[in-house]
């Protein structure tokens, strides 16, 4: 499994463009040793499981133009190259230096392989330690004051499935259906974008922050990476997007599956040049009553196409696990509502699902971990194992084990309560061509590598944490239809109802609590 999605080490070099390249005939890899900037956070959706999601910071892009600064991405300059030549050889030597120093220090870490060594959480972390200086993380406690029925999760999934539609029928006529929920002015700028993706892949959906203009409106404002994929190359996106409501309005219970009705009645909306819904006849005044995007800015927009060979040092295993003041007291919590879940109990379903989506990555067939992670991260994966194969690849991580598990924070909304822990494993990860040659990664060395998963239960759920391959509903050995639904039973258990289920993973080296 490639890093920054299950755990081995993604191989991936950045490939610099036009004069750079051509100079050097070879590609530089990425400044930070561990992985790509691409999507380098966390991925938040979830669908029908509200919120979730993964990182894709290690998919990193070569090549193409740049529509606007930012993204990190590096291009060579134009004009006359012959002065600087020199200077781009030492440039290359000094990179080449650092890449080698980071290698040697990734390799020379110490994993223990004995999980039953790992310790019980049991303290919150030192105030004083190295990460007491981070930035706080964003509080939503008093919207969720406010609004109990507020979850960022749902929030989240929200976010996600409209981002998907509007950029989808954007410059469609279908894109009238989200009305209710974009503004007109936004309509418009998704409407002369430009030709639509056919697919989009979201790498980092993230709120960054949230403001209240009392007693007129809430907004929150998300930055969401992506990779829009056409019939043309792939374009890479960073946007932020506002979303506005009414400061009286509240949140509504999810939705297994979203079909864009009138937010005020729930009829099926129906387009009209007033923004009035035909059934109840409300207007659609911007956020009035749910959610409204009414400001997307564009970060940056760029060409690219994956580059999924090479190998990127592992960063971030040694920095310390941040953990929320507040997650063993949270814990406590749920364990005071629901006695059998406990971290212990927690440990063996972890464990599980690490072996599962493990074994079918490897496989090159996600069938088998329907059901222990959420419908949008499966969809994710299924793409990158799509592009391997695309370009005559296929990546592994064999002996892969899960040395230690940290806790890391605890949140509970009305409809979910949610799990982060940090991991330390490691593996042989390696990437093979088509002749079965090793194009990246290794099967001699270990890669060890640490991320952050976060796992979902409904809250209302109560009983054992299921740590074999069975419906957790009905015991029946586990096999889910296309639409998320045991197949024996015939509940949804892709989408946290009934037991902890797999919705995000963030690298240690940008998450932020």
């Given at each position: 499994?490639?890093?920054?999605?299950?755990?081995?080490?993604?191989?991936?070099?950045?490939?610099?463009?036009?004069?750079?390249?051509?100079?050097?005939?070879?590609?530089?890899?990425?400044?930070?040793?561990?992985?790509?900037?691409?999507?380098?956070?966390?991925?938040?959706?979830?669908?029908?499981?509200?919120?979730?999601g993964f990182s894709s910071s290690?998919?990193?892009?070569?090549?193409?133009?740049?529509?606007?600064?930012?993204?990190?991405?590096?291009?060579?300059?134009?004009?006359?190259?012959?002065?600087?030549?020199?200077?781009?050889?030492?440039?290359?030597?000094?990179?080449?230096?650092?890449?080698?120093?980071?290698?040697?220090?990734?390799?020379?870490?110490?994993?223990?392989?004995?999980?039953?060594?790992?310790?019980?959480?049991?303290?919150?972390?030192?105030?004083?330690?190295?990460?007491?200086?981070?930035?706080?993380?964003?509080?939503?406690?008093?919207?969720?004051?406010?609004?109990?029925?507020?979850?960022?999760?749902?929030?989240?999934?929200?976010?996600?499935?409209?981002?998907?539609?509007?950029?989808?029928?954007?410059?469609?006529?279908?894109?009238?259906?989200?009305?209710?929920?974009?503004?007109?002015?936004?309509?418009?700028?998704?409407a002369a974008w430009g030709v639509?993706?056919?697919?989009?892949?979201?790498?980092?959906?993230?709120?960054?922050?949230?403001?209240?203009?009392?007693?007129?409106?809430?907004?929150?404002?998300?930055?969401?990476?992506?990779?829009?994929?056409?019939?043309?190359?792939?374009?890479?996106?960073?946007?932020?997007?506002?979303?506005?409501?009414?400061?009286?309005a509240r949140s509504r219970p999810?939705?297994?599956?979203?079909?864009?009705?009138?937010?005020?009645?729930?009829?099926?909306?129906?387009?009209?040049?007033?923004?009035?819904?035909?059934?109840?006849?409300?207007?659609?005044?911007?956020?009035?009553?749910?959610?409204?995007?009414?400001?997307?800015?564009?970060?940056?927009?760029?060409?690219?196409?994956?580059?999924?060979?090479?190998?990127?040092?592992?960063?971030?295993?040694?920095?310390?696990?941040?953990?929320?003041?507040?997650?063993?007291?949270?814990?406590?919590?749920?364990?005071?509502?629901?006695?059998?879940?406990?971290?212990?109990?927690?440990?063996?379903?972890?464990?599980?699902?690490?072996?599962?989506?493990?074994?079918?990555?490897?496989?090159?067939?996600?069938?088998?971990?329907?059901?222990?992670?959420?419908?949008?991260?499966?969809?994710?994966?299924?793409?990158?194992?799509?592009?391997?194969?695309?370009?005559?690849?296929?990546?592994?991580?064999?002996?892969?084990?899960?040395?230690?598990?940290?806790?890391?924070?605890?949140?509970?909304?009305?409809?979910?309560?949610?799990?982060?822990?940090?991991?330390?494993?490691?593996?042989?990860?390696?990437?093979?061509?088509?002749?079965?040659?090793?194009?990246?990664?290794?099967?001699?060395?270990?890669?060890?590598?640490?991320?952050?998963?976060?796992?979902?239960?409904?809250?209302?759920?109560?009983?054992?944490?299921?740590?074999?391959?069975?419906?957790?509903?009905?015991?029946?050995?586990?096999?889910?239809?296309?639409?998320?639904?045991?197949?024996?039973?015939?509940?949804?258990?892709?989408?946290?109802?009934?037991?902890?289920?797999?919705?995000?993973?963030?690298?240690?080296?940008?998450?932020?609590?």
């Open positions: 499994m490639p890093r920054r999605l299950l755990g081995g080490a993604l191989p991936i070099a950045i490939v610099l463009a036009a004069p750079l390249a051509i100079l050097l005939a070879a590609g530089i890899g990425e400044a930070r040793p561990g992985g790509g900037h691409t999507s380098s956070g966390s991925f938040s959706s979830g669908r029908s499981s509200g919120g979730g290690s998919h990193s892009y070569s090549g193409g133009d740049t529509h606007s600064s930012g993204g990190g991405y590096y291009y060579g300059g134009g004009g006359d190259t012959s002065g600087g030549i020199v200077f781009l050889g030492l440039l290359l030597v000094v990179i080449v230096v650092a890449a080698a120093v980071a290698a040697s220090s990734a390799k020379n870490r110490e994993w223990s392989s004995n999980f039953d060594m790992m310790p019980e959480p049991d303290a919150a972390p030192d105030p004083g330690d190295a990460w007491s200086a981070r930035p706080p993380a964003l509080d939503l406690g008093p919207l969720m004051q406010r609004d109990p029925g507020f979850s960022r999760a749902v929030f989240e999934d929200f976010v996600f499935e409209l981002y998907a539609a509007a950029h989808r029928e954007r410059g469609d006529a279908k894109l009238l259906r989200l009305q209710p929920y974009i503004s007109p002015a936004t309509l418009d700028q998704l639509a993706p056919q697919q989009v892949v979201i790498g980092t959906l993230q709120i960054e922050d949230h403001s209240a203009e009392p007693p007129v409106r809430d907004q929150i404002r998300v930055r969401i990476e992506a990779t829009h994929i056409g019939t043309r190359a792939p374009v890479y996106v960073v946007e932020h997007w506002r979303f506005s409501r009414s400061f009286d999810p939705e297994r599956t979203r079909t864009w009705p009138c937010p005020n009645c729930g009829a099926p909306w129906q387009p009209s040049p007033t923004r009035q819904c035909a059934h109840c006849g409300q207007a659609m005044e911007v956020g009035k009553f749910d959610w409204c995007v009414d400001k997307i800015s564009v970060e940056s927009e760029t060409r690219a196409l994956a580059s999924l060979t090479g190998t990127i040092p592992e960063y971030g295993n040694d920095l310390p696990t941040v953990v929320d003041p507040a997650a063993h007291a949270m814990l406590r919590q749920i364990s005071a509502d629901d006695p059998q879940v406990t971290f212990e109990t927690l440990k063996p379903r972890i464990l599980l699902v690490y072996q599962q989506l493990n074994t079918a990555w490897n496989a090159n067939d996600l069938t088998s971990v329907r059901g222990f992670v959420t419908a949008a991260l499966r969809t994710y994966l299924e793409y990158w194992l799509h592009e391997y194969d695309h370009q005559g690849l296929h990546n592994t991580l064999t002996d892969a084990r899960v040395s230690q598990i940290d806790l890391a924070k605890v949140t509970r909304d009305r409809y979910y309560d949610a799990i982060t822990v940090r991991i330390f494993a490691d593996g042989f990860d390696a990437t093979r061509d088509t002749r079965g040659k090793i194009v990246g990664g290794s099967t001699d060395e270990r890669r060890a590598y640490t991320e952050y998963w976060t796992f979902l239960r409904s809250s209302t759920r109560r009983g054992p944490v299921t740590t074999t391959p069975a419906c957790p509903n009905c015991g029946a050995p586990l096999a889910i239809s296309d639409i998320g639904d045991c197949t024996h039973c015939g509940v949804a258990v892709e989408n946290g109802s009934f037991d902890w289920t797999l919705s995000k993973i963030e690298q240690d080296d940008n998450y932020t609590g």
